[in-house]
DNA sequence: AAAATAGTGTCTCTCAGACAATATGTC
DNA sequence: GACATATTGTCTGAGAGACACTATTTT
């Protein structure tokens, strides 16, 4: 039997109609804020209302084709260049998570550094990136390991279940700080050592001690590779000029660093 | 305009037409190897072949509730048994991984205790634990975080992309067991360490220091929990009675207990 | 000059891992 | 008795975090 024959004998009814779609949590950071990419949605169901970008994956393409496909229409940003990071999430399938009908949707997460333009979309929808401290969600305190379920209603602004998703994109983003180097997504290709610890800083909402960040970063293998440079001036309020990184080939962080805020139980 | 309208209004030929499935990797330890569910394939493609555990979402079925209600139906164990852990593993959609149409896979993971029976399924599939060490599988001693793509054609045995699917389970699994107390899922209600040892061990395809590893998981808080009483008998083949533990409180472990495989730099 | 910041030094405490030792079982 | 194993003790080295200090740069 070819697979010609197979298509041709297949029922469609015998399946449970559904779709797929992927959705984004597109994060950087603009303004010492962590800040995620929505886009305003045209129409009903929650006309109006922001929602992660996302739409139906299209027939021979692979998810993560989609989601990379997302993530360009949305922030002009070919996820090809290689400064990008995009992971798989999770799926959410709740029966009655959209009206019109079964949706299944599989999230993908992104790091992106600080873009110029304020994320111009090719189509006609309003997108901006919203800092994630304005909408409602449970603290980045909140004990990891923990699942914070959103209630019902909690979280007002966002469309479907994304506030739920989000939450889970934060919190992934927030362990992946700790054992990979993707906190250099965040920033530009050379950075310093402050930049990066300020990266740890806004997505743990944590302050984290200088001196010790700046030992511990350079001592970990393959995550810190120097350039023989250094910044042209000082901090703007003062300070000595700081020596340029580049990210280095370190796939995971070992030792790993470990969130402070872990108030020790963690039941 | 209501939801009334709008499910009227919708068109189903809009979507492209998608099936969506759960798998489910469902792991436990059997005569000191860890042994995966599989079911062998009555129908073509992939007849006669070994494949996970799985089959169409039901319509106002959550995701989850899909797969337990897979891993009932094959194992006979009532997921709610809180014995039983049951995560979400990754989404799988490759355009072409089913010949026949596109269908995306959700697949989950699920730590089980050694069951009595050997997996008597309610339907007339045969199923049977397969020790995952025969499946032709990446080492355990594959680096962790480098994704281990599996090669079209490798592990002949599995149906589908089932083979990457276990693949990324254990993986999982491996990593689950550093930083939660999941390993207690492999055991019955009380066990000894050594018994908790042996899981670790099996897992990871690695051996542990005996006395280290009971000062460890001791010292862990939330870990373990002491019931006041030891076993009947010691070792079979010698050595002092040991002790009886049930499991904490804790959701995660702290600090954790990391492989001892990581040869150092993970690239 | 005052203030801020980069980078380093030092000390303490925790913890992982290598042994070693002892007690208690089985064969 | 020979041997295996549970449990505890001890020591060493790595590493995290607190604190202090110096040098450099901006306002």
Redesign the pocket.
């Known amino acids: 039997m070819t697979e010609e024959e197979f298509l041709a004998a297949y029922d469609p009814s015998a399946f449970p109609p559904v779709a797929v779609t992927v959705d984004v949590v597109v994060l950087t950071i603009r303004d010492e804020q962590l800040n995620v990419l929505l886009v305003r949605r045209g129409e009903a169901p929650y006309e109006g209302r922001w929602a992660l970008p996302g739409g139906f994956v299209r027939p021979d393409e692979d998810l993560a084709a989609g989601a990379q496909r997302e993530l360009a229409e949305e922030t002009g940003v070919g996820a090809r260049l290689r400064r990008v990071h995009l992971e798989q999430l999770a799926s959410y399938g709740a029966p009655r998570r959209d009206p019109r009908m079964r949706v299944v949707s599989v999230a993908y997460l992104a790091f992106v550094p600080d873009l110029p333009e304020p994320a111009a979309g090719t189509d006609a929808r309003e997108s901006a990136w919203v800092p994630v401290a304005g909408l409602g969600l449970p603290d980045a305190a909140g004990a990891p390991g923990r699942p914070v379920r959103q209630r019902p209603g909690a979280t007002r602004g966002l469309a479907f279940d994304h506030a739920q998703i989000l939450a889970d994109g934060l919190e992934r983003a927030r362990s992946k700080l700790e054992y990979t180097p993707l906190a250099t997504r965040f920033v530009g290709e050379e950075f ?3 930049e990066l610890r300020r990266v740890y800083e806004t997505v743990w909402d944590d302050s984290l ?4 960040f ?3 970063v ?2 970990v293998p393959g995550f810190m590779e120097s350039t023989g440079v ?1 910044t042209d ?11 340029l990184y580049r990210a280095g080939d370190a796939r995971l962080l070992h ?4 969130r ?1 805020s872990r108030e020790d139980s963690i039941r």
Chains 1, 2 share one sequence.
């Open positions: 310093t050592i402050a001690h200088a001196g010790n700046h030992r511990k350079l001592s250094t001036r000082g901090g703007s309020r003062g300070g000595p000029r700081s020596r030792p790993a660093l470990l402070p």
